[in-house]
């Protein structure tokens, strides 16, 4: 069984996990869309579908369904959620 990394970018997030949002890399107007959008550090986030050529994704995020492209998910960091909690 791979490693997987306690900390990566939500792009690199699979399908069926659970991971909290950590920090956004990103400035200007883009911070403060995610920033509406409810991507603020310490929400949970999961994969809920990839379009058929992986770009964008949706994600759920505080109970919301939200599609990002690839490079606006690289400047978004977080950490898996462990089972259980």
Do not use: C, F, H, W
């Not at 409810?38 to 759920?60: C, F, N, Q, T």
């Not at 492209?69 to 977080?78: H, K, L, P, S, Y």
Request: hydrophobic fraction near 45%.
């Amino acid at each position: 069984m791979s490693e997987v990394p306690a900390e990566m970018t939500l792009d690199q997030l699979g399908a069926d996990v659970v991971a909290t949002v950590i920090s956004l890399t990103n400035e200007g107007v883009e911070r403060r869309r995610m920033l509406d959008l409810g991507i603020l550090p310490g929400a949970r986030v999961e994969v809920v579908m990839k379009s058929p050529l992986g770009d964008p994704v949706a994600y759920r995020i505080r109970g919301a369904t939200v599609a990002l492209r690839r490079d606006q998910a690289r400047q978004i960091r977080v950490t898996l959620v462990e089972e259980g909690k």
